[in-house]
């Protein structure tokens, strides 16, 4: 059975800052993004510290090979100040990402093909203010894809990361496995069941994307943030 996707995530180390200029009473924001590492965290879904952030070794300890060689292939991503004023709802689906993106990041092979659906109902009490799917690697009826990225507006950044919040916790509470990643810096959470799913939020909008379970769940953890980095700098530039 395909996930219904809800979107959000929770997004952390950002602080926002509000000035009105003197001469003209325009208003800018200035987003300033604290440096996030790209370390896993356990299955529950709630944030863990990294091992930096321990107890430092006594004397008598050394790190062990396989410990530094992982540190040294997980290296700390500094995440671009954040974009503000996008409309994620009016990017092409195919500009987005492509047949060609889901090999490189999931070695899968899906049809190039693409649709864009508008979800008519949103959740308003969740500060919801538009929603769309974009299907790719169409079904024989046109009516669902083997990838599914969907992209819902919200009233503010808070409301996307809560929003998020709740999509971690519903796919928790349905038994599925959690872990924490990043998105070209920005925090996103990964969940596996009946295939695998990211989610993430980004200003006051929330990017997530459904992958079949067809693709291993190795292949799924790995592969995932770099398919929604792909679509999350396109998103930005377009």
């Not at 894809?145 to 808070?158: C, K, P, W």
């Amino acid at each position: 059975m395909r996930r219904h996707l809800v979107l959000a995530a929770a997004l952390t180390g950002v602080l926002a800052v509000s000035a009105c200029s003197s001469d003209t009473g325009t208003r800018r924001t200035v987003t300033a993004v604290v440096t996030v590492s790209s370390g896993d965290a356990a299955a529950s879904g709630s944030e863990q510290p990294a091992a930096s952030e321990s107890a430092p070794p006594t004397d008598s300890a050394s790190p062990s090979p396989e410990s530094s060689a992982a540190a040294s292939s997980s290296p700390a991503v500094s995440a671009a100040p954040i974009v503000t004023g996008i409309d994620p709802l009016k990017v092409d689906c195919g500009a987005i990402i492509s047949a060609d993106d889901v090999k490189k990041s999931l070695n899968a092979d899906i049809p190039n093909d693409r649709l864009k659906v508008n979800v008519a109902e949103v959740n308003t009490d969740a500060g919801q203010t538009g929603s769309v799917r974009c299907l790719y690697g169409l079904s024989a009826d046109k009516k669902t894809g083997q990838i599914t990225l969907r992209l819902t507006s919200y009233t503010d950044a808070a409301a996307a990361q809560k929003q998020v919040g709740v999509t971690v916790q519903n796919e928790t509470d349905n038994g599925g496995q959690i872990s924490q990643t990043t998105v070209n810096g920005y925090p996103a959470t990964i969940a596996l069941r009946d295939g695998g799913l990211i989610v993430m939020s980004y200003d006051n909008w929330t990017l997530a994307i459904a992958a079949p379970a067809s693709v291993d769940a190795a292949t799924l953890t790995t592969g995932l943030p770099q398919l929604a980095g792909a679509a999350l700098t396109r998103i930005i530039k377009s």
